[in-house]
């Protein structure tokens, strides 16, 4: 493979990664706003994460990552909940009604 190969797949991963990321962190601020609504409560039960791709991936590890440091920071659980499909629409979609 060309050196231009290699830097277009390298190109592709890093994107990919950084659009994971961003809808990640997007998932977890539409979490944290619609909790705000019920301040005096949050958090009294788990939280959920949703994460739009499918498990197994380094985008759920990520995922995972997050969910068990909010866990700590909370004092909740955090749970992974794996909405893929549409190429994250369907997790974004979840999310946004939440």
Do not use: W
């Not at 985008?59 to 955090?78: H, N």
């Amino acid at each position: 493979m060309s050196e231009r190969g290699r830097q277009h797949r390298t190109a592709i991963a890093t994107h990919s990664m950084v659009r994971g990321l961003v809808a990640i962190c997007t998932t977890l601020v539409a979490l944290l706003i619609a909790s705000a609504s019920a301040a005096d409560e949050y958090p009294s039960r788990p939280l959920r994460l949703i994460v739009p791709f499918p498990p197994g991936g380094p985008r759920d590890t990520l995922g995972r990552i997050v969910a068990e440091k909010l866990s700590i920071s909370f004092g909740q659980p955090v749970v992974v909940d794996n909405r893929a499909g549409a190429g994250g629409n369907i997790g974004m979609e979840i999310a946004s009604r939440a």
